[in-house]
């Protein structure tokens, strides 16, 4: 049979053949906690659901396909896939990271794995393109995320991994690309070890599940991980899974039109005199847009903007929509709204990571365009 390649199929059909036993055409919701053996330990290959899945198992290996590596790992959450990332390290090792970074991935590293004698730095992009000088002997783990959350930051994913591969024993390169998804840009081809979602986001598609994901492609990592997965637990259920599964069949025609309208939308921002900085990886104009033109399909559906009359008109501006829902998370098929110096990056509020409380933050979804940018006009009117 001819081998098949495209990221459209891969996303139909991967870990997803028809039901055996009833032709089902999507994978059946295995709502089922353990598996009957026909002796002690005969079974086919399932027997308890926390070690694994139909469902989940499906999910997985169509996970692992799209972004090109060879296992898969479905969790509860983003953050239980953050979590079980850093069981892998020991009390004393050191996170090299960003300064532009999910509120949630800050917090989990300074409020419970400090605790637990794992220290993270935080260094502005720029300094990642001389990472040699400023990884540390205790550094056990990169976790990079591109574009960043929420200024919409670019790092050279294959330029980072050339210089830790240079290294004589090299930490573990974990990129969150929840942002970008396996469909704009596929980190482990790029050389990193270990790919993050939170499926919630555009994997999922449609704002009704939430969910995490790790894949990776070497071996020895995936046994670690999935014996983290086992002994830890913080599994995907399997309804969950299946919605996951049906979300990613679209991902790739919703990811063209999302960057289709954020397009447009960047564009009209661009020109508005309300808007006193925007970040969009899709225009010229943003300052690592060769680092998209290299490693990113487009400039994906996320756009922040400060505000220009700063966070009292921000903050009049995200209530004055009406189409554009005030609200955390994004990535669905509605367009949202939020300022992440009140909301999604609370969490770094009083540090060095603090946010511009005029940044407002769009998840652009798949409204009509006009639409949206009638509703945005309406917010600089009213603010
Ligand atoms: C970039 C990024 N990574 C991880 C997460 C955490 O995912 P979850 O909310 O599914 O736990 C989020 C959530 O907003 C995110 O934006």
């Given at each position: 049979m001819k081998k098949i390649i495209g990221f459209e199929t891969l996303a139909i059909h991967a870990g997803q053949p028809p039901d055996p036993t009833t032709g089902a055409v999507m994978t059946p919701i295995f709502q089922t906690s353990t598996y009957e053996q026909e002796a002690v330990g005969v079974h086919k290959g399932y027997e308890y659901s926390r070690t694994s899945n139909p469902t989940r198992s499906a999910l997985e290996a169509c996970l692992a396909a799209l972004e090109g590596g060879s296992n898969g790992f479905a969790f509860a959450s983003g953050m239980a896939a953050a979590d079980t990332v850093l069981k892998l390290l020991d009390p004393g090792?050191?996170?090299?990271?960003?300064?532009?970074?999910?509120?949630?991935?800050?917090?989990?590293?300074?409020?419970?794995?400090?605790?637990?004698?794992?220290?993270?730095?935080?260094?502005?992009?720029?300094?990642?393109?001389?990472?040699?000088?400023?990884?540390?002997?205790?550094?056990r783990l990169v976790w990079l995320e591109s574009p960043s959350n929420p200024y919409l930051n670019l790092v050279d994913i294959g330029a980072v991994s050339d210089s830790l591969k240079k290294m004589a024993d090299p930490p573990l390169l974990c990129v969150d690309n929840t942002f970008a998804t396996p469909y704009l840009q596929?980190?482990?081809?790029?050389?990193?070890?270990?790919?993050?979602?939170?499926?919630?986001?555009?994997?999922?598609?449609?704002?009704?599940?939430?969910g995490g994901a790790l894949i990776v492609r070497d071996d020895a990592i995936a046994e670690k991980i999935g014996f983290l997965q086992n002994a830890v637990g913080a599994i995907q259920g399997p309804m969950d899974s299946f919605l996951i599964l049906r979300g990613i069949k679209t991902l790739p025609v919703r990811m063209d039109r999302h960057a289709e309208n954020a397009h447009q939308i960047a564009r009209y921002l661009q020109e508005h005199p309300g808007v006193s900085t925007l970040f969009y990886p899709g225009l010229p104009s943003h300052p690592q847009r060769h680092i998209a033109k290299k490693q990113m399909r487009n400039g994906g559906g996320m756009i922040s903007f400060i505000h220009r009359d700063g966070p009292d008109a921000a903050g009049r501006f995200v209530e004055a929509m009406e189409l554009f829902m005030l609200a955390e998370s994004l990535r669905g098929v509605e367009s949202l709204i939020e300022i992440p110096a009140m909301m999604t990056h609370a969490s770094t509020a009083d540090s060095t990571l603090s946010v511009d409380p005029a940044l407002i933050r769009l998840s652009v979804g798949l409204e009509a365009v006009e639409d949206l940018i009638r509703d945005l006009e309406r917010g600089f009117q009213s603010s």
């Open positions: 090792d050191h996170i090299l990271t960003m300064s532009d970074l999910y509120g949630g991935s800050y917090r989990i590293f300074q409020q419970v794995y400090a605790r637990y004698g794992v220290q993270a730095t935080y260094v502005p992009v720029d300094a990642l393109n001389r990472i040699e000088d400023i990884i540390q002997p205790e550094t596929q980190p482990l081809t790029l050389g990193g070890d270990i790919v993050l979602h939170s499926t919630t986001k555009y994997l999922g598609g449609h704002s009704d599940v939430v």
